[in-house]
């Protein structure tokens, strides 16, 4: 585990303190011994939840830093990607974690009670009925998602989630940049601008990783998030 204080260090330009570190060390026992009995994640090899899980989570910080971060929504966040190790690193960040599987949604709640993470709400929810919610409506600073869907529907499910003046977080692979030019209507739609595609690079890993933020500029428009279904099978 020590492996991820020069690698935070170098790509990100943060230090993993001893706490931080122990934090991650029994997320990763969690989540290995987890694995064996219920499918939570593809990544089985500890050298691959280290690189692929927690250092590609805390990439957002490459973005993020210097900006708000009271309060931060996950959505599709599976086995907690990226939203808890931004949490571990943050304490203080009010987190909301969204993931309308159940075995996912209760190891999260496991993990964030294990780790003794205070102001974490775990909802096993469809991102189109959060997005409804007056309780998180255009509340947050960020809005993230990882590997959830492609950008245009994701663009619906998060825009209504951030607050005028804060950002959506996209984590995209090697698509990214054509996602973002494919989902210009959506995001002007939903009340965004697209502001930066930043290309990341992680140690070991091939393939192409982008992060693209888009920031609220306007409030969207009470009819979105559609009812659940329609963003995907209709996106705008």
């Excluded at 990763?28 to 250092?55: C, D, G, M, S, Y």
């Excluded at 003794?116 to 409804?132: D, H």
């Excluded at 595609?197 to 933020?213: D, N």
Aim: proline share 8%; net charge positive; aromatic share 6%.
């Amino acid at each position: 585990m020590k492996e991820l204080v020069p690698l935070a260090q170098s790509i990100i330009g943060i230090r993993l303190p001893a706490a931080q570190l122990a934090a991650f060390e029994r997320y990763e026992r969690e989540l290995l011994e987890w694995n064996a009995r219920i499918n939570l994640t593809a990544i089985r090899e500890p050298k691959q939840i280290r690189v692929k899980h927690f250092l590609d989570s805390l990439t957002c910080l490459c973005v993020m830093q210097g900006t708000p971060m009271e309060r931060v929504i996950d959505v599709g966040t599976g086995a907690g990607f990226p939203g808890i190790p931004l949490k571990i690193l943050y304490p203080k960040m009010r987190l909301t974690l969204v993931e309308s599987v159940g075995k996912k949604a209760n190891f999260c709640r496991h993990v964030v009670k294990t780790l003794g993470l205070e102001g974490v709400e775990v909802i096993q929810e469809r991102a189109e009925t959060v997005g409804q919610s007056p309780a998180h409506r255009e509340k947050y600073d960020w809005a993230l998602a990882r590997a959830v869907a492609v950008l245009p529907v994701l663009s619906e499910y998060l825009l209504p989630l951030v607050r005028v003046g804060g950002a959506m977080l996209a984590m995209k692979g090697e698509s990214g940049p054509a996602e973002a030019h494919a989902s210009e209507n959506a995001v002007r739609i939903l009340g965004g601008h697209l502001k930066k595609i930043l290309p990341v690079t992680l140690p070991g890993v091939v393939e192409e990783r982008y992060l693209v933020v888009i920031d609220k500029v306007a409030a969207s428009p009470p009819g979105y998030p559609r009812r659940v279904g329609l963003p995907s099978k209709h996106p705008l």
